[in-house]
């Protein structure tokens, strides 16, 4: 069993950055696959990001890449997801999620088995 809390979230106007970071508990974390994924309204959960157990592979959706970076502090089974020159369009609820499977950098919902409660972030315009 894994329990994952997501902080971070809020309101920003756009060109802004937020940190998002979301504390794991009850499995070995630092064999975890993490990913972030996203629910804008009336929109499906898609994937933001996703980094491996060790922390040395991480792979972005094309529309965050060089605004986005995830990282992690095994050491403080913490993921975290910079956010920066922040957008309206990547308005959304937030969620960490913790696969149990690690061969891969997953980005399917249904390879992923754990997932938090979510965070929003709202950007203005």
């Known amino acids: 069993q894994v329990q994952l809390v997501e902080s971070g979230g809020g309101l920003v106007q756009a060109g802004g950055s937020l940190r998002l970071s979301c504390a794991a508990s009850?499995?070995?974390?630092?064999?975890?696959?993490m990913g972030w994924f996203r629910q804008a309204p009336g929109k499906e959960r898609d994937i933001v990001a996703v980094i491996s157990g060790s922390g040395g592979r991480t792979n972005y959706a094309e529309s965050v890449k060089g605004r986005f970076t995830i990282s992690r502090d095994n050491a403080k089974n913490t993921v975290y997801l910079q956010m920066n020159i922040l957008k309206p369009e990547d308005t959304a609820v937030y969620y960490c999620a913790a696969s149990p499977y690690s061969s891969y950098l997953y980005t399917r919902e249904y390879e992923y088995g754990y997932w938090g409660q979510g965070t929003q972030v709202t950007v203005s315009s």
């Open positions: 009850g499995r070995t974390f630092s064999s975890t696959v």
